[in-house]
């Protein structure tokens, strides 16, 4: 029996229990990278919203299937405004490659530093590029519902014809584009309407051929036309940024909608954004971080992901190194009691073990709280629980926490000769025979087992054996 789960929808700022459009499973459209340059943690934030929502769902008993685009074409240095110049062909001139080797380089520096954190891959990652010819359908369809109209080899979305235009955002667009300076682009109707298809103009790199001119697509027809392709025209959950809601997903709206007359998404979901200084981690700010400078610091990458789990993902994190540096102490420990805890013999069934499961189970359920979720770790640590159940627990929340508690478990099996060592080892410290307890773990070495003494009694792990 799966249980009810309640997800907080932005369209509608409340939470609401969700209900799949196809029993059994909960289908995801996940906004991704936009491949010219490395993400930082604060965009790896963003991607672990949908990481959690599927550990999470997947614990609860349901299946899921999520779809992150690949956005190498179209997306400009100024959005909100729908002017500057498309973010790869800068990079491209910047680092003299071809947009296509920019797009390679940093789709796979992306699906690494992903990986470094724990977020699971994703069942399709689509690539902008590949999706021309549905967007060019798209903004056809959108002409002809007038919705949408060609001047001067581009296509603008005209918002006027969409009445619920804004509602996403609360219709923060006549204020954002109050206060739009510069040049407003005097092709469009109205200041607020946004570009779906750009005419190449000077451009000679990423364009297509369109019923409008050569040209390239722009951002937003772009998660349209791939969340439609590949999820049909309803489906569950759309995950992003809160700095995707507006102009991005307003415009997906738009042009969604516009399409097919009906609401396509159920609940679209926005992760918080993270914080550094007080701004907005950013690399226009140059406040960033890589996953892998951290780790260069010492850090285990999974320590900004345990990082993360304290705040509840909808609300800004502040990262600080002192705050990391913490989160990096916790979870090492946390790993060294699941290693500890996890020889301990488990007991009898324990009523308090179904409490705690329950417990974490409804902390899920109820959008995702997983600050609530690490408190219940905090309060098993503390609790008096027998070890090898705590333990057991901690192994089985770790699908969804994603820490690797198991990381510093020992191996299952033994090299043969080694348990007899072992307990010959054991015998001997008893006696506070040191030198054959030694030399007992100098045969334990060749064997490739590492022991080390613990106020627990001895521990051991496979080691490299020496060089013959
Ligand atoms: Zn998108």
């Known amino acids: 029996m799966v249980p009810s789960i309640r997800l907080y929808n932005t369209f509608t700022r409340a939470k609401e229990e969700l209900s799949p459009l196809r029993e059994g499973i909960v289908r995801i459209y996940s906004c991704g990278p936009t491949v010219y340059r490395y993400v930082h943690v604060g965009n790896l934030r963003t991607f672990m919203l949908p990481d959690l929502l599927r550990r999470s769902l997947e614990y609860l008993g349901y299946q899921t299937e999520q779809v992150m685009n690949i ?94 235009y804004g509602k996403l955002s609360r219709n923060t667009t006549d204020k954002l584009l109050a206060g739009a300076r510069g040049d407003v682009d005097p092709q469009k109707h109205r200041p607020g309407d946004f570009t779906l298809w750009k ?142 805890w996890s020889d301990a013999i488990r007991p009898p069934e324990d009523a308090k073990v179904g409490d705690y499961e329950a417990r974490f189970r409804a902390a899920l359920a109820d959008d995702l709280d997983l600050p609530a979720a690490m408190a219940l770790v905090a309060e098993l640590n503390r609790s008096d629980v027998a070890e090898g159940a705590r333990a057991s627990l901690l192994r089985s929340w770790d699908r969804v926490l994603g820490l690797d508690l198991d990381r510093g478990a020992p191996e299952v099996t033994l090299p043969a000769g080694a348990s007899a060592l072992l307990e010959a080892r054991e015998r001997a410290r008893a006696t506070k025979d040191f030198a054959t307890s030694d030399r007992l773990r100098d045969e334990l070495v060749d064997l490739g087992v590492a022991v080390t003494d613990t106020p627990h009694g001895q521990r051991w792990r496979s080691a490299p054996t020496k060089p013959s």
């Open 71 to 164: 956005t190498d074409v179209g997306h400009l240095t100024d959005d909100t405004f729908d002017r500057g110049e498309d973010k790869m062909l800068v990079s491209a001139r910047l680092e003299n490659k071809s947009p296509a080797e920019i797009a390679a380089y940093y789709t796979e520096a992306f699906m690494d530093d992903a990986a470094r954190l724990n977020l699971r891959r994703a069942d399709h990652y689509p690539r902008a590029t590949d999706y021309i010819p549905q967007m060019i359908d798209l903004i056809e369809k959108l002409i002809a519902r007038g919705h949408a109209y060609a001047v001067g080899g581009a296509v603008y979305y005209d918002i006027g014809s969409f009445p619920a």
């Open 199 to 340: 005419a190449a103009g000077e451009h000679r790199m990423q364009v297509w051929p369109s019923p409008w001119g050569p040209g390239f697509p722009g951002w937003h027809i772009e998660c349209s036309a791939m969340s439609m392709s590949l999820l049909g025209d309803r489906f569950d959950i759309h995950t992003g940024g809160a700095d995707n809601v507006f102009p991005h997903h307003e415009a997906e709206i738009a042009q969604s909608e516009g399409v097919s007359g009906h609401r396509v998404v159920t609940c679209w979901m926005h992760g918080g954004l993270l914080m550094l200084g007080g701004a907005r981690m950013a690399k226009s700010a140059g406040n960033f971080f890589r996953i892998s400078e951290l780790e260069e610091h010492g850090f285990d990458p999974l320590a900004f992901r345990y990082l993360a789990l304290q705040a509840k993902y909808r609300t800004k994190l502040s990262f600080s190194t002192q705050g990391l540096a913490g989160a990096d102490r916790a979870l090492r420990q946390l790993r060294e009691r699941v290693m500890e």
